[in-house]
C-alpha cells in the first residue's frame, strides 16, 4: 500500500528557508498518471495548494506563492522536496505531501484528486 | 483567498440528508472534474469524491457527489455522528494552472 511522510525542521526562523521531505514508500514515485503534490494549511484555516511535480521534473505552483517555491524530485530515492524561501510567521502550517491523479485522456489532462495523503508535519515560523 | 465557495457550516441531526454546495467559475468547475475531502480535525484529509461523482474503494455510498454548470454538491445521506469534520471541494483551475480548494464546510451533527 501506498505510503508518503513528510519530514524536516519543525521550526524555521524568519526570513530563512524551509525544506521539507516526502518519502513515498510501497510503491514508485515513477509513475505515468500521477503526479506529486505539496499542500499546507495555516492553524484554523482552510487548504491552500503549493505546487506539483512529475517524475520527469515538470513542475506548477501557485501564482501566489511561485517566486519563494521551488518542488523537486529525486527518483532514485523514491522523494520529492519542497523549498519556500525568505519565510515569514505567515508560512506557518502543517504542510501535507501527496499523489495526485492526473491521467491524460481525450487530448488534455484530467483531475482525479489528490489520493494518498502524508500524515502532515507542523512547521511553526515565529513572528 | 479561495476561488471556490462553500458554505461555513452545515448541520443535521442522526439519519438526516444534509448538502454542501460548491460554487466556482468556468476557469474551474466549468472545464474541469470536482473532487471532495473530508477532513476530521487533527487528521489529513481524505479523498471523499473524485470526477464529481466516483467514490474511491471504501468510501460508503452515503455520499455522493453531483455537478452541474459551474457548481457542485456533496450529499450526505444518513447522517452519521462520524460524520463530523470539515469537508472541502476541489477542482483544477485552468488559468492558475493548480488544484484550488473550496473554503471549507464544517458538518455538525446534532
Known amino acids: 500500500q501506498l505510503q508518503l511522510q513528510e519530514s524536516g525542521p519543525g521550526l524555521v526562523t524568519p526570513s530563512e528557508t524551509l525544506s521539507l521531505t516526502c518519502t513515498v514508500s510501497?510503491?514508485?514515485?515513477?509513475?505515468?498518471?500521477?503526479?506529486w503534490a505539496w499542500i499546507r494549511q495555516p492553524p484554523g484555516k482552510g487548504l491552500e495548494f503549493i505546487g506539483t511535480?512529475?517524475?520527469?521534473?515538470?513542475?506548477s505552483y501557485n501564482p501566489s506563492l511561485e517566486s519563494r517555491v521551488t518542488i523537486s524530485v529525486d527518483t532514485s530515492n523514491n522523494q520529492f522536496y519542497l523549498k519556500v524561501s525568505s519565510v515569514t510567521a505567515a508560512d506557518t502550517a502543517v504542510y501535507y505531501c501527496?499523489?495526485?491523479?492526473?491521467?491524460?485522456?481525450?487530448?488534455?489532462?484530467?483531475?482525479?484528486?489528490?489520493?494518498?495523503w502524508g500524515q502532515g508535519t507542523t512547521v511553526t515560523v515565529p513572528s | 483567498q479561495s476561488v471556490l465557495t462553500q458554505p461555513p457550516s452545515v448541520s443535521g441531526t442522526p439519519g438526516q440528508r444534509v448538502t454542501i454546495s460548491c460554487s466556482g467559475s468556468?476557469?474551474?468547475?466549468?472545464?474541469?472534474?470536482v473532487s471532495w475531502y473530508q477532513q476530521v480535525p487533527g487528521t489529513a484529509p481524505k479523498l471523499l469524491i473524485y470526477?464529481?461523482?466516483q467514490r474511491p474503494s471504501g468510501v460508503p455510498d452515503r455520499f455522493s457527489g453531483s455537478k452541474s454548470g459551474t457548481s457542485a454538491s456533496l450529499a450526505i445521506s444518513g447522517l452519521q455522528s462520524e460524520d463530523e469534520a470539515d469537508f472541502y471541494c476541489?477542482?483544477?483551475?485552468?488559468?492558475?494552472?493548480?488544484?484550488?480548494f473550496g473554503t471549507g464546510t464544517e458538518v455538525t451533527v446534532l
Open positions: 501527496a499523489r495526485h491523479h492526473r491521467p491524460y485522456s481525450n487530448w488534455r489532462y484530467v483531475d482525479y484528486g489528490l489520493d494518498v
Open positions: 470526477n464529481n461523482d
Open positions: 468556468s476557469f474551474n468547475i466549468g472545464r474541469n472534474t
Open positions: 511535480i512529475y517524475y520527469s521534473g515538470t513542475t
Open positions: 510501497g510503491g514508485s514515485i515513477i509513475s505515468s498518471s500521477y503526479y
Open positions: 476541489a477542482a483544477w483551475h485552468d488559468s492558475l494552472n493548480g488544484h484550488v
